[in-house]
T-cell receptor, first 114, second 113 residues
Framework: DAGVTQSPTHLIKTRGQQVTLRCSPK?????VSWYQQALGQGPQFIFQ???????QRGNFPDRFSGHQFPNYSSELNVNALLLGDSALYLC?????????????FGPGTRLTVL | DAKTTQPNSMESNEEEPVHLPCNHS???????IHWYRQLPSQGPEYVIH???SNVNNRMASLAIAEDRKSSTLILHRATLRDAAVYYC??????????????FGSGTQLTVLP
């Protein structure tokens, strides 16, 4: 049973560019959440997708957008990249009907903005 | 979400027990206490959670104070593989949609051989 997978593993972009990160949830999971983790800090919640809609959003600007596909996989898009967007981007999946909503995390995508 | 307070770092010797504290004095009566850990170069992973009673699983034990204002994650026999950042997180009960995790800075656990 494959866990949460993310692609790419690493990415280097320049300021002003756009980036798309991808996530495949754990088998059987229907909810995907995205987190940003700056160096030395805990992950910060970006948004969550369920039934192909954004259900919750953290304190992130509109430059951050996402999508969920019918197969529950998800994309995170970031426009007009800033140096401060350099971070590890984590995807987590869960089951909305699960009793405790335990979240399973992928290994992350390391984004470097130059 | 209510706030948690954890020490920035702790050290332990291999094969000895480790007690990782967490203070959450503003916890609401229905908040669950969750612990996640993040091994180097990996995403966080679930460790354990509880509401009022102490909990045990194959990874760890969770001891919850009677007033619920603090809790302690117990690793009974630390191994080098347990070196990680440990996060104590409060979560509201299941409400029909999965709720996000609010991470603090966590405790960096170093295990000495």
């Amino acid at each position: 049973d494959a866990g949460v997978t993310q692609s790419p593993t690493h990415l280097i972009k320049t300021r002003g560019q756009q980036v798309t990160l991808r996530c495949s949830p754990k088998s059987g999971h229907d909810t995907v959440s995205w987190y940003q983790q700056a160096l030395g800090q805990g992950p910060q919640f970006i948004f969550q997708y369920y039934e192909e809609e954004e259900r919750q959003r953290g304190n992130f600007p509109d430059r951050f957008s996402g999508h969920q596909f019918p197969n529950y996989s998800s994309e995170l898009n970031v426009n007009a990249l800033l140096l401060g967007d350099s971070a590890l981007y984590l995807c987590a999946s869960s089951l909305a009907s699960g009793a405790y909503n335990e979240q399973f995390f992928g290994p992350g995508t390391r984004l470097t903005v130059l | 979400d209510a706030k948690t307070t954890q020490p920035n770092s702790m050290e332990s010797n291999e094969e000895e027990p480790v007690h990782l504290p967490c203070n959450h004095s503003t916890i609401s009566g229905t908040d669950y206490i969750h612990w996640y850990r993040q091994l180097p170069s990996q995403g966080p992973e679930y460790v354990i959670h509880g509401l009022t009673s102490n909990v045990n699983n194959r990874m760890a034990s969770l001891a919850i104070a009677e007033d619920r204002k603090s809790s302690t994650l117990i690793l009974h026999r630390a191994t080098l593989r347990d070196a990680a950042v440990y996060y104590c997180i409060l979560r509201a009960p299941f409400s029909g949609s999965a709720r996000q995790l609010t991470f603090g800075s966590g405790t960096q656990l170093t295990v000495l051989p």
